[in-house]
């Protein structure tokens, strides 16, 4: 039978671990509210410069393209960004057509701009990706050099209604529960290999090598590439990566099937992604739709996703390095977006050394999203979460959580209700902690969850500040908070079938209110 319960509860202190003490951040000034009643930040506000472009605009034909799918294209791309870069910027116009290439170099001052019925592909031939040595602020790396890349450049954009294959399935693996028996039949009569297990298919033997080689290369600290050209199929590229770039923009396009991660802006100012479509397979590995990596001022509207990893993911660099850069992701604004099939809606982390803060998402709808808002970090990763405000959020079909928090993000969740009166081992609070405070969550309405609510902290630094309000929720489980202080509900009404409507472990300072 279904149930519905009123609790009041009042979490004054519950089995919390006093060799982790955490100091409480002050805020101090009460969370302005606009008035539609949604949570306030700057981010709210934010005014990000858009690039602006001179008028000499050239055809990607008049250097020589073809498009019908089988001509390489490569040096026209390049012959017609060189000419618009000598000229002083403009636009580069790709007609209707099939226009095959290797990667392609963007320069500043640059719209690549696709007219509809324009299609470029990317090469299934992952050795016109050569390898390269991938330089961040010092942090070196040698990877596959990006279908659509560039560095340093200032008024850069993607723009029109064509469409862009990034070939990606000439790279990636499959695991075979992610297909149908036709699909993986068909995977093992195209060729490739499949591991001892029999669970995975790779393109190459070599790619499936680099799962362990290149591992061994990098724990070495190897940046010779010549040592990790036999595993460069392994090596798959972001399929759009542009580094520490200004006035950044992506408008009305549409991608699909890249090797990995879709859009990936690093360290860049002023980002717009406005009216964007991914649409990547399920079974697509690691086929984010955008990661916003240590970026700062971002506007993200209009965009539909349907992928096979996060849609609308947020990170900060990972571990050590992420650290030692310390540049976070901040000022970003999120609003009338659409996620259908992906790992979460919206996301941050699990790389988040650099810290993410002042974030708004607003007026945006999960469908079928494994999770709806998806909060990861675990220990050793470090930075700071904080003042994030969501509202405004629909979601249906959710196979997993609606909201979860989980700083164990690859790692074992301790809880054991029989452990829950006696103090946890910890380690000590470091800059390997990882910190999730000050978040605003308000107005979400959620028709189908396996459970409604997880927030797992750390024992020793607790989830701390998370608000709820006007919050509906169907699912067949409660609400479990488990390490967190000064957690608060109002007006949250979950319709659950079994179990616990709310579950606590060491929880504290918190007042905690489901509406029947």
């Given amino acids: 039978m279904r149930r519905c319960y009123h609790i009041a509860l009042l979490l004054i202190m519950t089995g919390t671990c006093s060799s982790c003490a955490l100091q409480q951040k002050e805020t101090g000034d009460e969370q302005k509210r606009s008035t539609m009643g949604n949570p306030q930040n700057s981010a709210s506000s934010l005014n990000v410069a858009v690039p602006v472009f001179p008028p000499y605009t050239v055809n990607l034909s008049d250097f020589g393209a073809v498009g019908d799918g089988v001509v390489l294209n490569s040096e026209s791309f390049a012959k017609a960004i060189a000419n618009l870069k000598n000229n002083g910027g403009g636009h580069l116009v790709v007609s209707p057509g099939i226009w095959l290439t290797g990667p392609i170099r963007l320069q500043s001052n640059i719209d690549l701009h696709l007219e ?31 279908p659509i890349h560039g560095e340093n450049l200032e008024n850069v954009a993607v723009t029109g209604e064509g469409i862009i294959d990034g070939g990606g399935d000439a790279w990636r693996q499959i695991k075979k529960a992610k297909v149908t028996e036709n699909d993986w039949s068909s995977l093992l009569l195209s060729g490739g290999v499949v591991n001892d297990r029999g669970n995975t298919w790779w ?17 070495r600290g190897s940046l010779n590439v010549e040592e990790y050209e036999p595993y460069h199929q392994f090596l798959r590229p972001k399929m759009l990566r542009l580094i520490k770039c200004k006035k950044l923009l992506i408008e009305n396009v549409t991608f699909q099937n890249p090797p990995n991660w879709t859009m990936n802006p690093v360290l860049c100012e002023d980002v717009s992604i406005i009216n964007v479509t991914v ?6 590995q690691n086929s984010d739709a955008l990661d916003l990596e240590s970026c700062r001022r971002a506007l993200i509207r209009g965009c539909i996703f349907d992928v ?11 571990d050590a390095a992420g650290r030692r850069i310390g540049m976070p992701t901040e000022d970003v604004r999120i609003e009338d977006c659409t996620v259908y099939h992906a790992h979460g809606g919206f996301t941050i982390g699990s790389e988040t050394s650099g810290s993410v803060r002042n974030i708004s998402v607003n007026n945006c709808t999960f469908i079928g999203t494994d999770i709806g808002l998806r909060f990861k970090s675990m220990r050793g990763r470090g930075g700071v979460v904080e003042q994030i405000s969501i509202s405004n959020i629909r979601m249906m079909n959710i196979p997993g959580d609606a909201v979860n928090f989980n700083m164990f993000y690859g790692g074992n969740v301790p809880l054991d209700e029989a452990a829950v009166e006696s103090e946890p081992n910890c380690p000590s609070v470091s800059e390997e902690t990882p910190q999730f405070r000050d978040i605003h969550i308000e107005n979400l309405i959620c028709r189908g969850a396996r459970s409604a609510i997880v927030l797992q902290g750390l024992p020793e630094m607790p989830l701390q500040g998370v608000t709820m309000k006007n919050i509906s929720i169907t699912s067949q489980r409660g609400i479990s908070v488990t390490d967190a202080e000064n957690i608060s509900f109002e007006n949250v009404h979950v319709d659950y079938k079994s179990g616990d409507a709310l579950k606590t472990v060491r929880v504290k300072n918190s007042q905690l209110e489901l509406v029947k």
């Avoid at 509809?116 to 592909?121: E, M, R, Y």
């Fill in 116 to 146: 509809s019925g324009a299609f470029i592909q990317f090469s299934r031939d992952y050795s016109l990706f050569p390898l390269t040595v991938i330089d961040i602020k010092g942090e070196k790396e040698v990877d596959s050099r990006s």
């Fill in 203 to 219: 393109p190459s033997r070599s790619a499936m090598e680099g799962e362990t080689n290149v591992g061994a290369l990098r724990r």
């Fill in 279 to 284: 649409l990547n397979s399920p079974a697509a």
């Fill in 308 to 318: 096979g990893d996060d849609g609308i993911c947020l990170k900060s660099g990972k």
